[in-house]
């Protein structure tokens, strides 16, 4: 648009707006399709019109949304605004997109990432003075609006367009239906999503939560609860706010075993509460149940011992049974799946079985170009890196040592990345296996660790994620106490000695013995791999 024309479209806004100053009446200068439109738009405040500055702090951390002069408004500023626009100013900003017939979608996508249900009915309305119907992906969107700045009248004549145009198909638009109506007293309508979704074979907790809270706040316990043991029968993990809502309701002395196997399916599921769900549950034992607890925040020691009660934790060590199951589940589904040829060959794959077969007694299995690479490529010195460990490891801790790489490794020269002289030293120290160039060693890494016994470690940064994910859920859990317990992270080299993370003493999940439950507890601090928690709760019984 010229820039002529946008100066006068501006000054035309504000001499309007300069005329309601003095009690002149204002002719809306668009032919609006209704009275609703046109109220909406000529009571719409003088500041957004002549472009005054104000902005407003929202609570929980959330950015200012300030006014912006309606001769500057662009794309990026839709969710900054605080009141509605006019038609005009959704026109204008349209004509500059770089991709019109996309802009509605994209404004209302912006829209729900921080809404303001005021500059969204807006849109809307500037959609309806165009003679046009708003396509689904806008409808989806305002919906979402609706729902979180609680406008259930609005949400419900959203709803009845998406039930006109036949798109109820969508897990996402269902989830957020199911959300808006339990809001309301027409909660159960959402019993018909779940059908549906159910029907769809996609039924995940978000579309069950927000039922069972409604249940359970409406006075209908007992179907809350068929609903929410359904959910976790399913495998699906409720949220802290779906946990707290059962808890609360479940109080009788009669009751305190449901909350009992609740807390029971968060350690089969290896799930940690957040920080507010273990307060629920402090409160729970200290308020709901018929025998005295008392709950503290607390940590565990490295020796794996309670700081509030003294109790030892369960260890990360399997019993022979659990480690079997897992050293063939690993060799069943990660060595020999149906995909191991995407990362090997068969040749490659029988030479390694042989290899490990044949010598099963090493103390640590080293993934090589991991620990090479743990410092990036900056100065380039990987065989130097890997050559610290490995001399570590043999030299000073009397370990035997198998050292996991690839081909590429042996090509050496006297003063690159990779020394002749450092791999040469590292074949007199420890066992060198190295696959082609193209396969993947970490099927190779854990087969080797778990085929050497339970004392067996090894050196790897790799979380593992892709290959826990090939085991079924049981077996998972079992990998993951086994990871925590066997599996080490160069973290740096200091005067020439690698330093190592240590492995856990203790399992991170909820455990419980006759007098005590101990609850890990997420508190929102970003951590990777296999860290876990270092927040407990402690609930100790009779004190």
Not at 502 to 510: N, S
């Amino acid at each position: 648009m010229p820039a002529a024309v946008v100066r006068f479209m501006c000054r035309q806004g504000y001499f309007l707006a300069r005329q309601r100053q003095r009690g002149i009446t204002q002719r809306c200068e668009v032919p609006f399709k209704s009275a609703v439109l046109a109220h909406r738009y000529c009571s719409s405040s003088v500041d957004s019109l002549i472009g005054k500055q104000a902005s407003s702090k929202r609570q929980d951390g959330q950015r200012k949304k300030t006014q912006i002069p309606s001769s500057s408004i662009n794309f990026s500023d839709i969710d900054a605004l605080d009141s509605s626009l006019t038609p005009e100013q959704w026109g204008m900003m349209k004509a500059q997109f770089r991709h019109p017939q996309d802009f509605e979608r994209k404004a209302m996508e912006r829209l729900v990432k921080n809404p303001n249900f005021r500059v969204a009915e807006s849109l809307m309305a500037y959609i309806e003075e165009e003679g046009r119907k708003p396509r689904y992906g806008v409808l989806f969107s305002y919906l979402a609006i609706c729902v979180r700045c609680e406008m259930y009248d609005e949400m419900f004549k959203v709803y009845a367009e998406l039930r006109r145009t036949g798109k109820m198909l969508d897990p996402n638009l269902l989830a957020t239906l199911i959300k808006g109506f339990c809001g309301t007293d027409r909660w159960k309508e959402s019993l018909e999503f779940l059908k549906i979704v159910k029907v769809l074979g996609k039924a995940y907790s978000r579309h069950y939560n927000h039922i069972i809270i409604a249940a359970v706040e409406h006075g209908e316990k007992q179907f809350g609860m068929s609903l929410f043991e359904e959910m976790m029968s399913a495998g699906l993990t409720p949220s802290d706010e779906c946990y707290g809502a059962v808890m609360r309701t479940l109080s009788l002395a009669e009751e305190e075993k449901r909350v009992y196997n609740l807390f029971e399916e968060m350690r089969n599921n290896g799930e940690h509460p957040s920080q507010t769900l273990a307060l629920h549950i402090k409160e729970w034992f200290e308020g709901k149940t018929s025998e005295k607890w008392t709950g503290t925040f607390t940590s565990i020691h490295a020796s794996g011992h309670c700081r509030a009660c003294g109790t030892r934790l369960e260890g990360t060590d399997l019993t022979d049974e659990e480690f079997h199951l897992l050293h063939d589940s690993v060799l069943r589904r990660v060595i020999h799946g149906k995909d191991i040829f995407r990362s090997t060959t068969p040749e490659e794959l029988k030479k390694f079985l042989d290899f490990i077969k044949d010598r099963n007694d090493y103390d640590v299995i080293v993934d090589g170009l991991n620990v090479a690479y743990a410092f990036g490529s900056k100065q380039k010195k990987y065989s130097r890196t890997l050559l610290k460990v490995v001399e570590h490891l043999v030299q000073q801790l009397g370990l035997c040592v198998l050292v996991l790489g690839r081909k590429h490794m042996k090509v050496t020269t006297a003063h690159g990345a990779w020394r002749r002289s450092d791999m040469d030293t590292i074949e007199s120290l420890a066992d060198l296996f190295l696959t082609d160039n193209v396969s993947k060693d970490d099927p190779y890494l854990l087969s080797a660790t778990l085929s050497c016994g339970p004392h067996a470690r090894f050196i790897s940064g790799d979380f593992m994620r892709d290959h826990k994910a090939l085991l079924d859920n049981f077996v998972q859990r079992l990998f993951l106490k086994w990871l925590r317990g066997h599996q080490m992270k160069l973290l740096s080299i200091s005067y020439g000695a690698p330093i190592f993370s240590d492995v856990h003493t203790f399992d991170i999940v909820v455990q419980r013995t006759q007098n005590t439950w101990h609850f890990p507890y997420d508190d929102g601090e970003p951590r990777q791999g296999l860290e876990g928690p270092d927040k407990w709760l402690c609930v100790r019984r009779g004190t």
